[in-house]
């Protein structure tokens, strides 16, 4: 037969992704799970026909130019998107894909999560216990903000947004989406759309984040937009730590004007704004959302179709640029 075509993979990737890869490929792995740099991404590239990238490894447009031209498909280990240079792939010819679809039900667990987690005061109770400081029960002792029964508003309906709304309904809770399209209205069960995501801020006892990151969203949530919501609500994001202007959210939240917050993703990644630490009402977690065995598996097996796909000619099933 032909040659197999030479795969570069970023990361060290779940064992079964490995493996497959392993199969169908000449691979050149790094071994260990220090992101690679530009310089150090072209330089590996070297003699690789496509690249197997995740959300957190930037592919700029100087590192997407300064590639092989041996290097014809990028797949990234992600739904998300906004760490390629896609305009610079799409001019270099080089193809796209990513991973959306098998890591909805994972985030959106998490983002529930991270909903409950904040409002109960999960992250406070937990230290207030593991660190021996709890001496008894009290009935005013970590009183959080009741889910149940309370208005949530989605900002992104996708595919994410649509597995929050669900589990909110087993919640009881009032659901309000705002998105580019409204959705048709057999698939939107019962939430309420809103044109103007502004005026949906106003009725928001919790806000989920659930957007793309784009110029266009960079900071959405800012100092005017929290203060529309109610006092007191609850903010969550599983999407992208760059949606949100961190000095404005950790201010809201030092004054009081929210309650609590439940970050599963920042800006500066993996850094951490001081801010933030220092705040007890945050329930935070290091991005793993999409952080489960099957998930994880599904993410590469899912990458590896569009590979497989792109080098048997055909069109890769979610190719992006
Ligand atoms: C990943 C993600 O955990 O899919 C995405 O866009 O952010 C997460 O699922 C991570 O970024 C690995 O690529």
Redo the contacts with the bound molecule.
Sequence with gaps: GTRKPVLLLTRRYPDAVMARAAGDYEIMTNEDDHPYGVDEMIRLAQGADAMLV???DQVPADLIRGLPDSVRMIA?????TDHIDLAAAKERGVTVAN?PGV?TDA?ADIAFLLLLGAARRAAEGERLIREHRWDGWAPTQLVGVHVTGKRLAILGMGRIGQAMARRAQGFDMEIHYHNRRRLPADQEAGAIYHADADEMLGIADFLSIHSPATPETRHWLNAGRIARLPDGAVVVNTARGTLVDDEALIAALRSGKLAAAGLDVFENEPKLHPGYAGLPNTFLLP?L???TDQTRDA?GFKALDNLDAFFAGREPPDRVA
């Design positions: 995740c959300a957190v990234t280990f992600s739904v998300g991973t890591l985030t991005h959302g999409s952080a993410m």
